[in-house]
């Protein structure tokens, strides 16, 4: 017969067996509870940031996707994003300080975002508006032109659909419109080319005069850079010259023959290859056009400086070189 045990003895072991079913529940607790610490900590994390960062929530309005054991949530994913914007964002304005380029100028050229560069501004732009005021112009302008057909008399012929100016527009480096007005032809129009053009006969009402736009137009080109696709088409338009060292032509840039089999490249194409952008879907704007050229040249500044740089050295006068000197003797006294 076995022993029979003491009571104490029995306490003891009620105690021990009791603390031995309790240690896998304590295994389990502490390892879920590291797990609920983490998303605890991730949610703060989130809560915190969310409040610094406009717009909505990201805790609330998230949809959450089960993974094995435990549940993730895809607001790792919308911080990191939210992140990535805001390092951008620091990047690009930093930059613009080194350049001595105003923030809001970056932020209306880039539709409110510092990220991003695209072809839309955050402000509407003003049709017909003519100068910008409080815009800081800088040195590089991109100009687009919209033209009419015009006609005439040369002796006894009737000549027609000659390309005469109706609208001129001008943003500068960061696409800010600087310059848009529509122009009265000097001549009888007979074809306003709606369909491309965007001119009509009502916008004559308010056009300016050739003169005037032609002097504001040189006064903003004195002294820049300026930028254009097929740009000569623009300064004959203009009936205005300006010095070939200072001008940079999409449609001439070596780098963009590749789009059109070795031809001269349309801005609508390069828009939608190199930017990815569409444009000129039907009525042309000049403002967009203008700004889709200066997008590209930006995008490939580096490769228009090298060829700017072949094409235009640098030459040092010969004699400038300075001889060295030689050192005087001193006299011993």
Known sequence: MAPELSSNWKKLQAVLKQESKSIPDRK???GLSERTQNSIAKRRRLEELSTKLPGRSLVGGLKRRKMGMGSSTIQDEEVEKRNDEMALSASLALW???NDISARDLADAYGGSLKDTTIQSAKADKINGGLSQDIEIG????????????????????????????????????????????VKPKEFVTDWRTHVSGIAPKHMASARDFDEV??????????RVLIGHSV????EALMLGHPKRDIRDTSKFHGFR???????????LLAKEVLGVEIQGGEHSSIEDARATMLLFRRHKSGFDVEHAQRFPVRTPAGSKSKPTKKKKKSKR
């Open 96 to 98: 613009a300080e080194d």
């Open 28 to 30: 389990r607790k502490s």
């Open 232 to 235: 000569r088409n623009d300064l």
């Open 214 to 223: 032609q002097e504001i137009v040189a006064t903003i080109l004195k002294d």
């Open 139 to 182: 040195k590089y302008v991109g100009i687009d032109c919209e033209m009419v057909g015009v006609g005439g008399k040369e002796g006894d012929r009737t000549i027609q659909d000659r390309s005469a100016l109706a609208r001129v527009s001008i943003v500068n480096f960061h696409g800010t419109q600087v310059y848009d007005s529509f």
């Open 258 to 268: 590749k789009y059109s089999s070795g031809r001269v490249p349309g801005l609508k």
